[in-house]
Each structure stands twice: as C-alpha cells, then as structure tokens.
C-alpha cells in the first residue's frame, strides 16, 4: 500500500530531514487534537443545555471526528496549511559548540594537567 503523500513530498525532497518532520507531525496533531476537545466539549455543553436537538457527531467537524490526528496532521503539513521552521544555525552556536569540543579535549584538572608536566 502507497502512503500519500510521499515521504519525499513532506521532507522537500530532503529538504527537511525526518526528525523535523515527526516533530513538526506530532505539533500539528497535538493541536487538532486540541480543536477537536474544544469542539466535543462545545457540544456537549449545547446537549446538555438544550440549545440543540443534533447528535454529539454532527456538531463536530467530521474531518477531525472521523480521522486520525496524525493522518490530519500529515494531509495539512502536505497541503502548505502549515509550515515546518528549521532554526538556522547562529554564530553563537558555532562557537559554543568549538568550546564544548575544546573542553573535550582539555585535561578534566589542574592535577591531570601537573601529572602530564611530571
């Protein structure tokens, strides 16, 4: 079975790598997962008041009633209703990440370090 849209579609054709793009799924269905709890307990609240004779069903959208998040959040990604950020890299990160790699390789103390000397 074929899974539409294609990984390759949903990553740019790399553009985006995988972990991204699971991160970035699992935000938007958390979000439509949100929406449909606001909207289920909307009509509750209209049942119970009486403000309506319609079903719990038919008073929640029926794309988020009847799909999945993930496959919601999958077709919006896909459709551009959403978009994926990926930070850019800052020179503030570069050079941190040069310290981190020179404490690395520095002695672990001023005692490693006379040892080496003696």
């Known amino acids: 079975m074929m899974i ?5 579609q949903l990553t740019h ?3 985006i790598n995988r972990y991204e ?4 799924t699992s935000k938007v269905a958390r979000a439509i997962t949100d929406e449909y709890c606001e909207q289920r307990e909307k009509a509750e609240n209209m049942i119970r008041d009486g403000q309506t004779d ?7 959208k029926g794309n988020i009633r009847d799909r999945k ?3 919601n959040a999958v077709q919006a990604l ?3 209703e959403y978009e994926i950020i990926v930070p850019e ?8 990440e040069e310290t981190a790699e020179a404490d ?13 000397n003696n």
């Open 54 to 60: 319609k079903s719990l069903a038919s008073l929640i």
């Open 4 to 8: 539409k849209p294609s990984i390759d």
């Open 21 to 24: 793009l699971v991160i970035a």
């Open 78 to 80: 896909a459709a551009g």
């Open 69 to 71: 998040a993930v496959e």
């Open 89 to 96: 890299d800052t020179e503030e990160d570069a050079k941190a």
């Open 13 to 15: 054709g790399g553009e």
């Open 104 to 116: 690395a390789n520095a002695p672990a103390s001023e005692e490693a370090a006379s040892e080496e």
